[in-house]
């Protein structure tokens, strides 16, 4: 038996949840039985069945001396739903393989423990490397309470985000901004600031009809949560006539201090501590981990997108570039005026670069 291709096809299913399941991670399982599948699952949306639990009412009876395929481990403890590993014991499955251990410290290995001394046979690491990519964000909230944070950017080639009046509509292709739609999509959170909300007075919403077909199977709009959208305004310049404000979707205005007025129920006001009279970024990113997101897509200008690459807060920098030329007056996309040799210089690393109709699209680590 090729325990591969049936592990992989496991992977495949997982990512089926990639808009619905935040914050929770995507998993997905196949139950095999004679070299024939008879049971197959994935996590479908926050709060619902888990994947494990989907692929054995599929499976029925034929789980009795079968094998599991599952992405990550099965959970030991009780959260929207019931724990996974006694029902999995019950259905007569004899050996599972777990392609990466549950990252949470307090129960990671305990599933394993049990089906071992329930006499089922245990195989973890079949595409652990796979499986912890899949899950990044979870993995890394999980290990340091901080969510995965993607930067998102748009730009010239000679590397500016505006003209010298600021004006910056649009530097990329409508199909660009398009692609977008799919990063928001895939977000928990996305996070911008007054200064952004002020100038452009964007919705900052998951635009549907701006997603291609492919996608649009896969989101379910009844299944689906839209990101909750983060304003950085330290300085209180937010107003209920924002059309930001007007769309009724959770809103987090990220404060020094409360202004005492009557929000609209689906805005709060965050209080957090500051840093010279400005918002603790880390401070920040620590409290948004504890409301359980676990992944943020940041779209800002020059000055939040220097700091936070500054304090290393970047896991992903994303950009699209645009074929123009703007020219040595207008707005660079980064402010590192430190660097004055090529010794204090920034080091990347090219992950991925697509192209995306006349633009080149660059996913960046460090």
Same mark, same amino acid.
Request: aromatic share 8%; with cysteine.
């Given at each position: @038996?090729?325990? !591969? ?21 995507? +998993? ?16 479908? !949306? ?7 639990? &989907? ?84 993995? !890394? ?11 998102? @950017?748009?730009?010239?080639? #000679? ?37 952004? +909300?002020?100038?452009?007075?964007? /919705?900052? &919403?998951?635009?549907?009809? #701006?997603?291609? $077909? ?7 709009? $009844? ?12 300085? &209180? ?45 880390? &401070? ?75 633009? /080149? ?6």
């Amino acid at each position: @038996m090729n325990h !591969k291709i049936y592990m992989k096809k496991a992977i495949f299913l997982a990512k089926k949840g990639i808009f619905t399941t935040s914050s929770n991670p995507m +998993v997905g399982c196949i139950i095999v039985k004679k070299n024939i599948i008879v049971g197959q699952g994935w996590h479908k !949306k926050f709060g619902s069945s888990h994947a494990e639990i &989907n692929a054995l009412k599929e499976s029925k009876k034929l789980s009795i001396g079968s094998t599991m395929y599952i992405t990550l481990e099965p959970c030991f403890h009780y959260g929207k739903t019931g724990p996974c590993y006694k029902k999995i014991v019950k259905s007569g499955i004899k050996e599972i393989f777990i392609a990466v251990k549950d990252p949470n410290p307090k129960v990671s290995g305990q599933s394993i423990k049990f089906f071992k001394k329930s006499g089922i046979i245990v195989h973890l690491g079949l595409m652990k490397n796979e499986a912890k990519n899949l899950n990044k964000d979870f993995f !890394k909230w999980m290990k340091t309470k901080i969510p995965w944070i993607k930067l998102k @950017m748009a730009m010239s080639i #000679d590397g500016k985000i505006a003209d010298n009046s600021g004006f910056s509509k649009w530097i990329t292709s409508k199909k660009s901004r398009k692609n977008v739609q799919i990063l928001r999509a895939k977000s928990s959170a996305i996070l911008t600031t007054s200064n952004t +909300v002020i100038k452009d007075n964007p /919705l900052l &919403n998951v635009r549907f009809s #701006d997603i291609n $077909k492919k996608n649009k199977l896969i989101i379910k709009k $009844k299944n689906y949560i839209h990101p909750i959208r983060i304003i950085i305004d330290s300085k &209180n310049r937010i107003k209920k006539n924002h059309k930001i404000i007007q769309i009724k979707e959770k809103i987090f205005l990220i404060r020094l201090k409360s202004d005492n007025k009557k929000w609209p129920k689906h805005v709060k006001q965050i209080i957090v501590p500051q840093y010279k009279k400005k918002i603790n970024l880390i &401070n920040l990113f620590y409290l948004l981990g504890t409301l359980n997101i676990k992944n943020i897509l940041i779209e800002s200008g020059s000055l939040l997108a220097t700091s936070l690459i500054s304090l290393k807060l970047v896991d992903e920098l994303i950009i699209y570039c645009a074929p123009i030329i703007l020219g040595n007056k207008s707005k660079p996309i980064f402010l590192f005026n430190k660097i004055k040799k090529m010794s204090q210089s920034k080091k990347i690393y090219f992950k991925k670069i697509t192209r995306i109709g006349s633009d /080149l699209k660059f996913t960046i680590t460090f």
